[in-house]
Nanobody
Framework: QVQLVESGGGLVQAGGSLRLSCAAS????????MGWYRQVPGKERELVAD???????NYADSVKGRFTITRDNPKRMMYLQMNSLLPEDTAVYYC????????????WGQGIQVTVSS
């Protein structure tokens, strides 16, 4: 059974930092592109950042220079370090995994709330 479990969300003031974690189980972790998405009510889910096993990270323009995505393959963990947070970063953040060779094998976490107060 595949599970992606997010942690580390919460409430923070603008300018502050949070670190999200995603623990993966039930997949061959190194065979997956791991990513973070976010969604606010009434809007589509959007990519925040993703990272393959051996490529450079990919970031949404809105978070470049502020967020850093990393992964620890032996621990099957992915992280999102979020600095200089803005109120517009407020959203539910989702962990996502998609298989390199079969995009049909993709999975989502349950989501975690991040709220940035002004």
């Amino acid at each position: 059974q595949v599970q992606l479990v997010e942690s580390g969300g919460g409430l923070v003031q603008a300018g502050g930092s949070l670190r999200l974690s995603c623990a993966a189980s039930g997949i061959m972790f190194r065979m997956y592109v791991m990513g973070w998405y976010r969604q606010v009510p009434g809007k589509e889910r959007e990519l925040v950042a993703d990272l393959t096993d051996d490529s450079r990270p990919n970031y949404a323009d809105s978070v470049k220079g502020r967020f850093t995505i990393t992964r620890d393959n032996p621990k099957r963990m992915m992280y999102l370090q979020m600095n200089s947070l803005l109120p517009e970063d407020t959203a539910v953040y989702y962990c996502h995994a998609v298989n390199f060779f079969n995009a049909g094998r993709n999975f989502w976490g349950q989501g975690i709330q991040v709220t940035v107060s002004s």
